[in-house]
């Protein structure tokens, strides 16, 4: 009984006759006889693997790990030696071998991220992601089991490393209060800038203001000293002027009692002789009274008409105009 095989490049035929290896490669085609044969087809292809599985990180908090890993076998004789991949001639598997090979692969990321997991507290976890795939990624492309399955790991991508819902509502409210006092701390930060920089404008105006005092001070002080250096000068002015005032007095007097002096010792009536006033009749008849009254003592009775008296009230007339 003939049967017909038919594989696409991203499979890998081997195909082995009464023990025997009698032809291996991609993509190949050919009949083959099915009672003494044995036909390998194992995928070549790049796949992607799925993963989630959850691990307790070292303060003891549940996170999950969901993420995709890539692989692609390298070496098929090597996993065919591993694992049973060979087919019936409808293409099924015989066993289930072939789907261990991806359990194995998970097996394994599960427990280089394990490690690297419970090395960590939560929010060193939750925020290493990227630290997470570097490391499993290359542990995996070294790793022994992995490279005895002849599969190279390609990539690693992780989706997502989640707490539990009460972990995450817990961290939220932690965010949230941690943002709302930053929140609080920056309004704060601003109205104590706001009111600084108040101060420095009050600070500022008070300084122009006590600037604006003290040149006032100055003028005004200026003002004074000018004030007072022109009533100094006044008071030289005065002092001088009631200084040159008494040596005019003083000249005057000296030259009037140097006038005068000399005629003390005249008779009044010489004087009035000579100067020419004993013309007046009024003067004339005072002068009389005056004498009798410096002969008081000698005069026994004495009569004065009322016409003299008269005479002596009255004022002279005007002398006619030529």
Same mark, same amino acid.
């Given at each position: 009984?003939?049967?017909?095989v ?17 032809r ?5 085609s ?22 989630v ?28 030696a ?11 598997y015989v ?24 090395e ?17 990624l ?18 690693l ?7 539990t ?21 920056a ?5 104590n800038?706001?009111v ?7 600070e ?6 006590i ?12 003002q ?14 005065i002092?001088?002027? /009631?200084?040159? %005032?008494?040596q005019?007095?003083?000249? &005057?007097?000296?030259? $009037?009692?140097? +006038?005068? =002096?000399? *005629? @003390? ?7 009035m002789?000579?100067?020419g ?10 002068? /009389?009274?005056? %004498? ?5 003592? &000698?005069?026994?009775? $004495?009569?004065? +008409?009322? =016409?003299? *008296? @008269? ?12």
């Amino acid at each position: 009984m003939f049967a017909y095989v038919k594989a696409p490049p991203t499979r890998h035929i081997l195909h082995y006759s009464r023990g025997r290896l009698r032809r291996e490669g991609a993509g190949l085609s050919f009949f083959y006889f099915a009672p003494t044969a044995t036909i390998v087809s194992i995928p070549i292809g790049s796949a992607d693997l799925p993963f989630v599985f959850t691990e307790v990180t070292v303060d003891f908090q549940t996170v999950t790990v969901q993420g995709q890993l890539t692989y692609r076998v390298v070496d098929p004789k090597r996993l065919a030696a591993l694992l049973d991949y060979s087919i019936k001639p409808n293409g099924d598997y015989v066993s289930d071998d072939p789907t261990k090979l991806p359990e194995r692969l998970v097996q394994a990321t599960h427990i280089l991220a394990r490690d690297f997991i419970h090395e960590r507290p939560l929010q060193g976890a939750l925020a290493g992601a990227g630290s997470l795939v570097a490391t499993v990624l290359e542990a995996l492309q070294r790793d022994a089991a992995v490279t005895m399955l002849g599969v190279e790991v390609l990539g690693l991508s992780v989706v997502g490393i989640t707490p539990t819902p009460e972990t995450a509502r817990a961290l939220e409210a932690e965010a949230r209060e941690a943002l709302l006092g930053r929140s609080d701390e920056a309004i704060y930060a601003r109205r104590n800038a706001a009111v600084e920089q108040e101060r420095r404008i009050k600070e500022s105006e008070l300084n122009t203001e006590i600037a604006v005092q003290e040149k006032q001070r100055e003028i005004r002080e200026t003002q004074m000293a000018a004030d007072i250096a022109v009533e100094q000068q006044r008071a030289a002015l005065i002092e001088r002027r /009631a200084a040159n %005032e008494r040596q005019d007095a003083d000249a &005057k007097g000296y030259a $009037l009692r140097t +006038t005068l =002096d000399p *005629l @003390r010792a005249v008779d009044w009536r010489t004087l009035m002789a000579v100067t020419g006033t004993g013309a007046d009749p009024r003067l004339m008849i005072a002068l /009389a009274f005056r %004498e009798l009254a410096e002969n008081a003592g &000698k005069i026994g009775e $004495l009569n004065i +008409t009322p =016409d003299l *008296l @008269r005479s002596l009230l009255v004022p002279p007339l005007p002398k006619s105009l030529p």
